[in-house]
């Protein structure tokens, strides 16, 4: 059995219903164990196949709380790389928090981030919904190719 962790955090609910599609998408897959969560702590990430992180933008920044969870997994030299990684998030008008998580992903843990990060304005509509959906399949389809 393969896992996915799907990571989100959320205030006004907008990453949250992104967060709900990507894990039905990821667990639309055989083979593919979804855990939907909001807290993990660092050395619970190494039981997991894959992480999608997804990250609303408050004040030009990814939440303090992942920000926290990744400097404590560096620094407890937490090793993620070549795990498969996947971002998404809502923002309001500049939306960097999905980009800095990427960033973090790829530079600092060596994950394997191949997909561009999944954007939604506000409320989440149906078109960045399945999109959602499609990234949670493709990163359970690509873990069943990797046996
Ligand atoms: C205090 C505050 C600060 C925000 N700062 C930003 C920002 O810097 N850039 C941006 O694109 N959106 C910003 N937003 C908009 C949020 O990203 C947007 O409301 C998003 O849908 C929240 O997602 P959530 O419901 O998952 O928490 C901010 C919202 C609030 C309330």
């Given at each position: 059995?393969?896992k996915?962790?799907?990571l989100?955090?959320?205030?006004?609910?907008?990453?949250?219903?992104?967060?709900k599609?990507v894990?039905?998408g990821?667990?639309?897959?055989n083979?593919v164990e979804?855990q939907?969560?909001?807290h993990?702590?660092?050395?619970e990430l190494?039981?997991?196949?894959?992480i999608?992180?997804?990250a609303?933008?408050?004040?030009?920044?990814?939440?303090?709380?992942f920000?926290n969870?990744?400097d404590?997994?560096a620094a407890?030299?937490?090793?993620?790389?070549?795990k498969?990684?996947?971002?998404?998030?809502?923002y309001?008008?500049s939306?960097?928090a999905?980009?800095?998580?990427?960033?973090?992903?790829?530079?600092?843990?060596?994950m394997?981030v191949?997909?561009p990060p999944?954007?939604?304005?506000?409320?989440p509509d149906?078109k960045?919904l399945?999109?959602?959906r499609?990234?949670?399949?493709?990163v359970s389809?690509?873990l069943?190719?990797?046996?």
């Amino acid at each position: 059995m393969k896992k996915v962790l799907v990571l989100y955090y959320s205030r006004s609910g907008n990453t949250e219903k992104m967060a709900k599609a990507v894990a039905e998408g990821a667990q639309s897959v055989n083979g593919v164990e979804v855990q939907l969560n909001y807290h993990v702590e660092p050395p619970e990430l190494l039981g997991f196949d894959a992480i999608i992180v997804g990250a609303p933008t408050y004040r030009k920044e990814m939440p303090v709380e992942f920000k926290n969870l990744f400097d404590e997994a560096a620094a407890e030299g937490i090793n993620l790389k070549g795990k498969i990684g996947g971002v998404f998030g809502s923002y309001g008008w500049s939306g960097e928090a999905t980009k800095l998580v990427q960033e973090v992903m790829q530079s600092t843990f060596g994950m394997q981030v191949t997909e561009p990060p999944i954007d939604a304005k506000y409320i989440p509509d149906q078109k960045a919904l399945d999109a959602c959906r499609n990234l949670g399949k493709r990163v359970s389809e690509s873990l069943m190719n990797h046996v």
